[in-house]
């Protein structure tokens, strides 16, 4: 009597299947982490500052009111907004332009623009240092500025505490 052995493989995932899986979430792992470098809140609070500043240095000040929070534009009605920021740096400082530069954004739980204000919560503080070069001289400006979302916008608001 002839007996049949039968011999059953397992089946082993092959190695195309593993390196296609390692390869997927390699590729998972890079955009997850680009997307919290470069769109993280304080990156995107950082970009609505550079493009502010860059709307001022370039005398465009009815797109950067534009940027404000709905809390400073009950401050600025835009017609005076233009006008006073194009005489007070233009006129008296004898300015054309300027450049700015922009510090690391720091998350704040809450903060208020002013001491009777509401809270506003999730809120960024950023350093930003305008150089100017004018009749009177070479000068720094560095004013803290405050950057809070509103209807699902990043929105400029200045401190009005003291």
Sequence with gaps: MVKEIVIVKRSVPSKGLFIGILLIAGILTVFLLMRWVFFSPGNEAKEVVDEFYGYEAG???SKSWGLFHSSMKEKFNKGNYIQDRAHVFMN???VESFTYTIDK???LETWKMSKTGPALKDVYKVL???TFKGKY???DLKQEVFVAEEKGEWRIIWDYQQ
């Design 59 to 61: 005398g465009d000040f």
């Design 128 to 130: 930003v240092t305008q």
């Design 92 to 94: 008296h400082f004898g």
């Design 105 to 107: 954004p720091e998350n």
């Design 137 to 139: 001289g070479n000068f």
